[in-house]
């Protein structure tokens, strides 16, 4: 089995800064793509925020653009989201999703880690 543990929530003031890690262990075989969801208050969906491909390119959403910078570290199996000029909407659950396995791809969840902003 896989875990993916979710750290570096919390609560913070508009326009502060908080990282986000999560480190995935078990049986791991190869990682492909390691993404960042979060799940605002109230919204049943979960709204993908960063992704990175094993070899680095990454995608964001738009509303995070220029302020969230995501990166891992494949030796640790880790996976990063820096977190800047935080905004009270960006208050939400973040989910750690990693992609994994060879012939076959299966996808894993963390337990989610609470980002709250005040304004």
């Known amino acids: 089995q896989v875990q993916l543990v979710e750290s570096g929530g919390g609560l913070v003031q508009a326009g502060g800064s908080l990282r986000l890690s999560c480190a995935a262990s078990?049986?791991?075989?190869?990682?492909?793509?390691m993404n960042w969801y979060r799940q605002a208050p109230g919204k049943q969906q979960r709204e993908l925020v960063a992704?990175?491909?094993?070899?680095?390119?990454?995608n964001y959403a738009d509303s995070v653009k220029g302020r969230f910078t995501i990166s891992r570290d494949n030796a640790k199996n880790t996976v990063y989201l820096q977190m800047n000029s935080l905004k009270p909407e960006d208050t939400a659950v973040y989910y750690c999703?990693?992609?994994?396995?060879?012939?076959?791809?299966?996808?894993?969840w963390g337990q989610g880690t609470q980002v709250t902003v005040s304004s």
């Open positions: 992704a990175i491909t094993s070899g680095g390119s990454t």
């Open positions: 999703n990693a992609v994994i396995g060879v012939l076959r791809r299966v996808s894993y």
């Open positions: 078990g049986s791991i075989s190869t990682i492909h793509a």
